[in-house]
């Protein structure tokens, strides 16, 4: 099994419009939108890498960076 981790969310603020729905799909409230409405990762600790801020948003203004981790069982199974 392959986990994610975050590397960082890069949000394109002229493409943002501000719309809320990767705030609202966001299941761990990583995502909130700022005084000007646009969205930016308040929590990012937080993150799940569930990329669904990535795939919900209707302007591809979000892109979640991640990085590969193997588990235990995976480096189990390729030394097998």
């Not at 981790?5 to 890069?10: D, F, I, N, Q, T």
């Not at 990012?44 to 990535?54: N, S």
């Amino acid at each position: 099994m392959v986990k994610r981790r975050l590397k960082e969310h890069v949000i394109d603020r002229e493409w943002c419009k501000g719309c809320g729905i990767c705030v609202h799909f966001c299941p761990r409230h990583v995502l909130e939108l700022d005084e000007q409405e646009k969205a930016f990762a308040a929590r990012p600790q937080d993150c799940i890498c569930c990329l669904l801020c990535e795939l919900r948003c209707p302007d591809l203004a979000i892109e979640v960076i991640t990085e590969e981790l193997q588990t235990e069982s995976a480096t189990k199974e390729q030394t097998e």
